[in-house]
């Protein structure tokens, strides 16, 4: 426990000390308060009918998604495939701690910067809350709806950078499996054949966020996201025992 | 304290370490002689479980690390040959994080990170970023890291490299005196280091292992002719003739102006033999000196690569 403690510590560390972290938290915030003002615009158009604020912000719009595909793999690049590069890898697994603890260390790490990302629009809430009133269920289901994107992407990424040496390639696969994994659900309306419709609906990341975001907790949105990001994590710890390549 | 038998290690198309076999006493230190590429590195990693081996076992303190890795891991203080460290961190910081791992109750951390520093004096630059730092005080940091946790057993891979010579041997005495209560592997290609630091020498080369023994052994029994320098002043085919039939000769070089090297068979001391032919020829004797047999000449010719090349080398000295 406090082998894995010490290693999430480091991970933190390494983060606010380089200045991507700063450059993506100041891009994040820069890009939800333009999604933001937009939301709020367009709410404030009189022709606009009555709806949840929020749900336009958790989700709602393609600018979130398009921007979660391009930030989770930034974050996570770094995490395994640096260490590769440099040798410490080679420190990292001759230590008494075991592939799936550096790998369980790094994904809480990251998970811990990507809610940090989102901290910020709390204030949002805030905001529309002291101009009308909110309902507090679905903001929260909302938030864990993001979160357990996060848990997901954040996999993802760690999988992608435990396969290569290479910050950039580990960024390029990331996003590439993410387009994949945000799309694929999409297929569903192409989708002829009941089954095939009803398994595609199920991947479908656009309807999970739209359930959360209406205050919905499906629990197989849960189980899905969870499930896969299960998967992943457990390919990056195979990825990672095979060291045979370097 | 480490057993390592038949280890091999199969890369694709070559063993690029095969079928070795050796036995480090506890409190040994064991020098790790190559030429590059020869798998001494491969070696290491596959005793500290950083590589898997093909086949072959490795204990280590009665572990077995197949059977309990971490448990091996936890013993060994590893040094890899191009010490990588995180540049954004502390060098505090680094060992204490580096001793978590390992380890150390929390409460003995702060003193273990006092006296390694102490010991492989770095406590000028405790507060430094590491990617702030020199060569030399990179490499002691790595060092310290891996003498944080106080593990029975230190493998280092090349701990010398691409330090400058005070450097070098600032760490060579840090070596020693580790020697006194660990078990250490030392890995490295400069000779001279290996006999002022190792009681005992593996030579490995192209994945096998040539030879094991004291600096001592491997030089005498190894290195064969040990040679005798003269100059005389005398008729150069004449002096060449006479020190041939010396017993014990083996081969004679003249170097010009009456210089001969002599080699000799067994390490037998040719020199008052040469002096009696001197006196009883009367010529003059200018010079005479022996040359014991070096660990190099042992390591070159046991390293058939490198061995290629000194001939070659010799031969272009030699035209």
């Known amino acids: ?246 | 304290m480490i057993e390592v038998e038949a280890l091999t290690k199969r890369f694709v198309d070559r063993d690029a370490v095969s079928n070795v076999s050796f036995f480090v006493p506890e409190g040994e230190v064991l020098g790790f002689l190559g030429p590059n590429g020869a798998g001494k590195t491969t070696t290491m990693r596959m005793i500290t479980g950083f590589l898997p081996a093909t086949s072959g076992s490795v204990r280590v303190a009665g572990l077995d690390l197949a059977r309990d890795p971490l448990g091996v891991r936890s013993r060994i203080g590893y040094l890899p040959e191009n010490v990588a460290l995180y540049p954004e961190m502390r060098v505090e910081e680094y060992l204490r994080f580096r001793a978590a791992i390992e380890g150390v109750p929390r409460k003995d951390v702060a003193a273990r990170v006092d006296e390694t520093c102490e010991r492989t004096m770095i406590g000028d630059v405790r507060r430094q970023l590491i990617g702030t730092l020199s060569k030399g005080y990179r490499q002691r940091v790595g060092l310290a890291a891996t003498l944080v946790h106080k593990p029975p057993v230190l493998i280092l891979d090349e701990p010398t490299v691409g330090l400058d010579p005070r450097q070098i041997v600032k760490i060579r005495e840090l070596i020693v005196e580790l020697g006194r209560d660990h078990t250490v592997i030392l890995s490295t290609h400069i000779l001279p280091e290996v006999e002022q630091v190792c009681r005992r020498v593996l030579i490995i080369d192209d994945g096998k292992l040539v030879a094991d023994g004291t600096p001592e052994q491997l030089r005498h029994g190894f290195a064969g002719a040990a040679e005798v320098v003269t100059q005389l002043d005398a008729p150069e085919g004449e002096a060449r003739a006479a020190l041939e039939k010396l017993p014990g000769a083996s081969a004679v070089r003249s170097a010009g102006s009456g210089r001969f090297h002599v080699s000799v068979e067994g390490g037998a001391d040719l020199r008052r033999a040469v002096f009696s032919l001197a006196v009883e020829k009367g010529w003059v004797l200018l010079e005479l000196s022996q040359t014991a047999p070096s660990l190099e000449d042992t390591f070159l010719r046991l390293t058939t690569r490198d061995a290629a090349e000194h001939e070659a080398a010799e031969e272009v000295a030699n035209a």
């Open chain 1, 1 to 246: 426990m406090r082998k894995s403690l010490a290693l999430v510590q480091r991970e933190l560390v390494a983060y606010f000390s380089s200045p991507l972290a700063y450059v993506v938290l100041t891009a994040f915030l820069f890009f939800n308060g333009y999604v933001f003002w937009l939301i709020t615009n367009f709410l404030n158009d009189p022709r606009t009918q009555a709806m949840a604020p929020l749900k336009l912000m958790f989700g709602g719009t393609i600018f979130f998604w398009l921007f979660l595909l391009f930030v989770v793999p930034v974050i996570t690049m770094r995490l395994l495939a640096e260490e590769r590069r440099t040798g410490t890898l080679e420190v990292l697994l001759t230590a008494p701690v075991s592939e799936g603890q550096v790998v369980i260390a790094k994904f809480i790490a990251a998970f811990i910067f990507y809610v940090f990302l989102w901290l910020p629009t709390v204030v949002y809430v805030i905001i529309l809350g002291s101009y009308s009133s909110i309902d507090p269920y679905p903001v929260a289901a909302g938030y864990l709806g993001i979160a357990l994107l996060g848990v997901l992407f954040t996999a993802v990424g760690l999988l992608t950078s435990a396969l290569t040496r290479n910050q950039i390639v580990a960024a390029i696969f990331a996003f590439a499996v993410l387009v994949v994994l945000f799309s694929i659900g999409l297929l569903e309306q192409l989708a002829t054949g009941p089954a095939l419709k009803s398994a595609l609906g199920y991947m479908n990341l656009w309807d999970h966020m739209d359930d959360f975001s209406r205050g919905l907790v499906d629990t197989r949105h849960v189980v899905y996201d969870i499930s896969l990001a299960g998967l992943f994590l457990f390919l990056a710890t195979k990825a990672l025992a095979a060291k045979k390549w370097r």
